[in-house]
């Protein structure tokens, strides 16, 4: 039976995860599949449980697992903690060699009205985002001293071509381009990024590059969107571009992602945080989660079955206006989720 190791976390992370899993389990219920859930705790739910972010059952847990399915880790409550959530989540990463993380922007045309942007600038945008996930800023040398501090952009060849070839890869079953995001007019390590770009488009004769730097690159993102297929980029611009790139949606509680390694367990997550500013308010958006499961169904398990029962519920729903406040809506993330069950369970005999 396939295993899922469920990381739920912290503040709205406990509420999104519950949502997405009962709307799982309903699907399971009409297309006849068993999925096993385990749970572990992460992040500061796990610092307050064990004293560490990443417990070693936890750890353990993920790895032999199928997938790991993780809502979102952080928050004021740990922000002094010696070690915290956030580091606990870069260590998972690590230990599973996620070096690619996909972050999905879509703007159909039945949603633009959602974007803060025109309709006719947002309508149609459809990128993804391939951020490296295991090295960069995040992973270089660092130290903080009571006069200085430093933090190092380290990138390997190898580290940056497998993140490339993943781009390519995708870019070759999308609109074939290609757009690298950096910083080559300053950082030695994106002029590597560029020289290894030029050698591994070679093998993908169909697919055009270019280059952006992060800071134009951030900016045509809200005047350009549609212009963009697959950015490739660096640990740190893919964190920040993410959250631009999303909240163009409408919101950034819509957003799911992919974190892939080389063998081993996927990880699927929102790309945003714990919101502890609305946490406890039961108005969390669900779909960043509901779209989390969805992919992980589709890209770990070809289980497009009970993906499908769950797209077709949400899209109702979506359609129905039932929405949460961040989504433009009245909805709170109870009444929003038993609207996609009740929508499950209506469509349940056309799918047996
Ligand atoms: P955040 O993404 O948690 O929130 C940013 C804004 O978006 C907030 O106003 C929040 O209310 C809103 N928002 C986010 N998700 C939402 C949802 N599903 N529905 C409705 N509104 C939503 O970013 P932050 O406030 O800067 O960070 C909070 C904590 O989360 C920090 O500790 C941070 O380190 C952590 N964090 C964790 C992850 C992760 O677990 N992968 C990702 C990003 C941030
Ligand atoms: C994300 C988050 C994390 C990151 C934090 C919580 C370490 O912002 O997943 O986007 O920067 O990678
Ligand atoms: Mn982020």
Same mark, same amino acid.
């Given at each position: 039976m396939p295993e899922i190791a469920v990381l739920a976390g912290d503040y709205i992370g406990p509420e999104i995860m519950t949502a997405a899993l009962k709307i799982f389990e309903a699907a399971q219920k009409v297309t006849q599949t068993t999925y096993t859930i385990k749970a572990y705790p992460f992040g500061g739910a796990a610092i307050d449980q064990t004293g560490s972010p990443l417990p070693e059952a936890t750890l353990q847990g993920a790895k032999a697992a199928d997938a790991v399915l993780l809502a979102a880790i952080g928050g004021p409550?740990?922000?002094?903690?010696t070690e915290r959530p956030e580091a606990g989540l870069l260590k998972l990463r690590k230990a599973l060699n996620l070096f690619a993380n996909i972050r999905p922007t879509k703007i159909p045309a039945n949603l633009a009205d959602a974007s803060p942007l025109k309709r006719e600038i947002a309508e149609n945008?459809?990128?993804?985002?391939?951020?490296?996930?295991?090295?960069?800023?995040?992973?270089?040398?660092?130290?903080?001293?009571?006069?200085?501090?430093?933090?190092?952009?380290?990138?390997?060849?190898?580290?940056?071509?497998?993140?490339?070839?993943?781009?390519?890869?995708?870019?070759?079953?999308?609109k074939k381009h290609v757009t690298v995001v950096d910083k080559a007019n300053v950082l030695a390590s994106s002029k590597l990024w560029r020289q290894v770009a030029q050698v591994v488009a070679m093998d993908y004769p169909e697919v055009t590059l270019d280059f952006e730097y992060v800071d134009a690159a951030s900016m045509k993102i809200i005047t350009q969107p549609t212009?963009?297929?697959?950015?490739?980029? =660096?640990?740190?611009? /893919?964190?920040?571009?993410?959250?631009?790139?999303?909240? #163009?949606? !409408? $919101?950034i509680g819509t957003i *799911? =992602?992919?974190?892939? /390694?080389?063998?081993?367990?996927?990880?699927?997550?929102? #790309?945003? !945080? $714990?919101?502890?500013?609305? *946490?406890?308010?039961?108005?969390?958006?669900?779909?960043?989660?509901?779209?989390?499961?969805?992919?992980?169904?589709?890209?770990?398990?070809?289980?497009?079955?009970?993906?499908?029962?769950?797209?077709?519920a949400l899209d109702q729903t979506i359609a129905q206006g039932i929405l949460t406040p961040d989504f433009g809506g009245t909805a709170t993330t109870a009444v929003m989720t038993a609207a996609i069950i009740n929508s499950i369970e209506k469509a349940a005999p056309s799918y047996v």
């Open positions: 409550k740990w922000d002094q903690a945008t459809d990128f993804v985002i391939a951020r490296e996930l295991t090295s960069g800023i995040y992973f270089g040398q660092r130290y903080l001293k009571s006069e200085e501090a430093a933090d190092t952009m380290f990138y390997s060849k190898t580290e940056i071509k497998r993140l490339l070839v993943t781009a390519f890869e995708m870019a070759q079953n999308r212009q963009f297929d697959v950015i490739a980029t =660096s640990n740190l611009f /893919g964190d920040i571009l993410s959250d631009e790139a999303a909240s #163009i949606t !409408g $919101s *799911a =992602s992919e974190s892939k /390694g080389v063998s081993g367990p996927n990880l699927y997550e929102p #790309i945003h !945080g $714990s919101a502890p500013d609305i *946490a406890g308010q039961g108005i969390a958006n669900p779909i960043s989660m509901i779209n989390s499961v969805t992919m992980m169904l589709i890209n770990t398990f070809q289980d497009t079955k009970t993906a499908g029962v769950i797209q077709q």
